[in-house]
């Protein structure tokens, strides 16, 4: 990522349908046991209310030194303070807009299993890329599948951080690791579990 913040790690993504009181306390488990980045998603709030936790979240993130990157909303995240925002399918002709920001914003985009639009990304700005689903992702059962040997290839070839996605967990982490992830995104596996602060313990193990 940027300097003062974690080269790789747990990338833990919010569950949807928490409550703003729910999601508080769980980012601040995940984040008291060693997140290396924290996504904020939420598609289905309401602005105002997105607006307020995301400036919460903000302000934590800035205390355990992660970054908070917001998903598909640039307008939120330039609001809101945060530091990055991940641009999705959709979303690639905000790149410029996103890597033009002051204070300059930290972009990420989703690529899929797709290493053209991977180099596309990074020459228009992007600051990481994202690849999946590595597994079957019981959050996006229908998600475009992505093979290990994507990561490879774009480990061999480009200079940025790869975040790998879909169906992560602390048992098949490791593989994914090895074929070239800088971070692991986890959502279900993270937010889920009984004891949230293990749960991050087993991820982090993954890169000690």
């Known amino acids: 990522m940027r300097a003062g913040w974690p080269m790789n790690g747990l990338y833990a993504i919010t569950p949807d349908g928490a409550t703003e009181a729910a999601c508080f306390e769980k980012v601040s488990i995940a984040l008291d046991a060693g997140l290396g ?28 030194r992660v970054p908070l990157i917001i998903n598909d909303d640039l307008a939120l995240a330039i609001e ?8 999705g399918r959709d979303e690639m002709h905000l ?5 033009s920001t002051s204070p ?37 059962p229908a ?9 490879r290839a774009a480990r061999a070839e480009l ?12 048992e098949n982490g490791h593989a ?7 971070y692991l995104a986890a959502i279900s596996s993270v937010f889920d579990a009984g004891d949230i602060a ?8 993954l890169f000690a």
């Open 37 to 64: 980045a924290l996504q904020y998603r939420d598609k289905s709030g309401i602005w105002a209310d997105r607006l307020r936790l995301a400036r919460k979240l903000g302000e934590l993130c800035r205390a355990a």
């Open 80 to 87: 809101s303070g945060a530091d990055g925002v991940h641009l």
């Open 95 to 99: 790149l410029e807009t996103a890597a």
């Open 104 to 140: 300059r914003l930290l972009v990420g985009v989703s690529c899929y299993n797709d290493l053209a639009r991977a180099r596309e990304a990074i020459t228009r700005g992007a600051d990481y890329i994202a690849f999946g689903s590595l597994y079957p992702s019981r959050t996006k």
């Open 143 to 151: 998600a475009i599948r992505c093979e290990p040997a994507v990561l």
């Open 159 to 170: 200079a940025v951080p790869i975040v790998a996605i879909g169906g992560i967990t602390p």
């Open 176 to 182: 994914v690791i090895e074929a070239g992830a800088d």
């Open 198 to 205: 293990r749960a991050v313990h087993r991820y982090a193990e």
